[in-house]
């Protein structure tokens, strides 16, 4: 204990001095423009983050996804994966970043692959999801490295693919390859834009389905000889309205969820067709006159810790039912299309812990232990990886994620870094 206090200051201080260093690494990674989909320069950027990290000492391996979902010759799916062996044995701390980023989209007013740096902040797509908390890290690792030379255990950084279309040629791949076996890393920090003085703990779980109901062609001047498959989807909508959301509503998660809306079970209707393809908008195309035999409706249910999975499935199953049993002639089929399970790291677990004094103690406030409405790669992590001890913590405010002009704050990245350093120093300490 002694031994981190009389290091700290200078760690603190040796960041300071890089701050130059964060900027220019932060602004690089934002040029490397790796969008996905389709997954582009993923190689590009493993390599170059090789580069930087070979010069700190550390082992680097490049991975590629072969064959997992999402990876073609076209665009393969590359990861890296950088160690850096402490002086003696224990602990290995891992920092985990998706290096891809979502598309650009319009509103922009700066460069989104420039990373112009304006009034304190660095401008471009990815900047806050994630390539500034990626930069924090490395900015982090490598100041405690040069001050503290004999830490114990051992830092790994990985750079992983897909995280934004699920992650399954990254952190998955990897987590299925053992990357993450708890014999192997004992601490994961994702620096997710997740604001620097708040732990992620973890998120809700996730349930999309689709719902199909059936009806009977017939011509639409004599509806009474078909079958309308868009009325039985309008009963579907009546028993959501009147039974499922008010349900859902009550139900209220022990979790500290952020945004608080987000506390409760909640239901998106993602897409909903039925009838005859669709004519495309001020068209002056016109359709045939048809019932529709077909209405099809996808689903994004997100659910709680405190909710089976075999319960979110039986309440759907339990209303079409009461359907078919209610209303004439209603059929359906429901066809689960993804399932992620939720997943939550213990508020005493030992990097929840450590991550908290360190915030403490770089900017003197209390950390606030959330969890996120959305999933991110911490369940690969946990479900595959079967590692608990895990949770996003990273500069940036998520509600820049994914949005025109996104941009990370430089003295939110320092503090970030020295919070990410402090817990170096904490968990990886050499022995006095
Ligand atoms: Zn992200």
């Known amino acids: 204990m002694t031994a981190d206090k009389e290091i700290a200051p200078g760690l603190m201080a040796r960041i300071d001095g890089k701050r130059d260093d964060l900027i220019a690494l932060t602004q690089e990674l934002i040029q490397i423009p790796t969008l996905n989909p389709p997954g582009e320069n993923y190689r590009l950027i493993c390599e170059y983050l090789e580069t930087r990290l070979k010069r700190s000492g550390f082992d680097c391996q490049l991975i590629r996804a072969k064959g997992a979902l999402g990876d073609s010759d076209a665009y393969p799916r590359w990861n890296i994966i950088a160690r850096r062996e402490g002086s003696v044995a224990g602990d290995c701390v891992h920092f985990n970043s998706h290096t891809d980023v979502v598309e650009v989209g319009a509103g922009w007013t700066f460069d989104p692959f420039g990373g112009e740096l304006k009034d304190g902040n660095i401008y471009g797509r990815g900047a806050c999801d994630m390539k500034g908390g990626l930069a924090a890290s490395i900015i982090a690792a490598e100041a405690f490295i040069e001050e503290c030379p004999d830490f114990a255990g051992a830092i790994e950084i990985s750079g992983s693919a897909d995280e934004e279309s699920g992650g399954q040629a990254g952190v998955a791949y990897l987590a299925e390859q053992g990357f993450f076996a708890p014999e192997r890393v004992q601490h994961v920090i994702i620096p997710e834009p997740l604001q620097k003085d708040r732990i992620c703990l973890g998120h809700r779980g996730v349930w999309w389905a689709e719902i199909e109901t059936f009806g009977e062609i017939a011509h639409g001047c004599m509806p009474f000889l078909g079958d309308c498959a868009v009325r039985h989807m309008g009963a579907v909508l009546d028993a959501f309205e009147n039974t499922l959301y008010p349900a859902l509503a009550t139900r209220v998660t022990e979790m500290p969820v952020v945004p608080e809306g987000a506390r409760t079970s909640t239901m998106n209707i993602n897409s909903f067709h039925g009838g005859m393809a669709e004519i495309p908008a001020n068209s002056d195309a016109l359709p045939a006159a048809c019932v529709p035999d077909s209405c099809r409706m996808v689903i994004d249910r997100r659910f709680l810790v405190e909710e089976p999975l075999e319960q979110v499935r039986s309440e759907m199953t339990e209303l079409l039912e009461g359907l078919r049993g209610s209303r004439p002639n209603f059929d359906y089929s429901l066809r689960e299309m993804q399932h992620v399970l939720p997943s939550m790291t213990e508020k005493k677990a030992p990097v929840v812990t450590s991550v908290a004094q360190s915030i ?44 025109p002009d996104e941009y990370i704050g430089v003295d939110d990245m320092i503090d970030s870094t020295k919070v990410m350093a402090m817990s170096l120093l904490d968990l990886l300490a050499p022995a006095p």
Do not use: F, W
């Open 360 to 403: 403490a103690a770089v900017m003197g406030v209390e950390a606030e232990l959330v969890a996120s409405p959305g999933t991110y790669d911490q369940k690969h992590i946990d479900r595959i990886g079967k590692l608990k001890n895990c949770i996003a913590y990273g500069p940036g405010i998520l509600e820049m994620a994914h949005k």
